[in-house]
């Protein structure tokens, strides 16, 4: 990777069951975390605290990109609008 780009490139931060399963290290000017699966209920749910919790940890970066897990019951969606809120207050 050469040029304006060199250095952009992201340690992918994972979490299962609201548990760091990747190292937390900064590697870019911006941040990809993934979040696979949360215990809050009905699982695989993400609980308020484990979101506030998470959100602290991407203050480490300028600029943080969130993706969840799919799965059929939706509890991405609905945990995507929950963190949103809470960026949003």
């Known amino acids: 990777m050469a040029g304006a780009d060199a ?4 340690l992918c931060w994972a ?4 548990r760091p399963v990747t190292p ?3 590697t870019a000017d ?3 975390l993934r979040l696979h699966e949360g215990r809050a ?8 605290t484990a979101l506030k919790t998470w ?8 600029e943080g990109f969130v ?3 799919h799965d059929p019951g939706g509890a991405a969606v609905t945990d ?3 963190l949103r809120a809470l960026v949003d207050h």
């Open 24 to 26: 937390l290290g900064v």
């Open 15 to 18: 979490d299962r069951l609201g």
């Open 67 to 69: 993706f969840f897990n």
């Open 30 to 32: 911006f941040g990809y």
């Open 55 to 62: 959100l602290r940890r991407l203050d480490a970066v300028p």
């Open 7 to 10: 250095g952009r490139v992201p």
């Open 80 to 82: 995507a609008d929950a």
């Open 41 to 48: 209920k009905p699982r695989p749910r993400y609980g308020r």
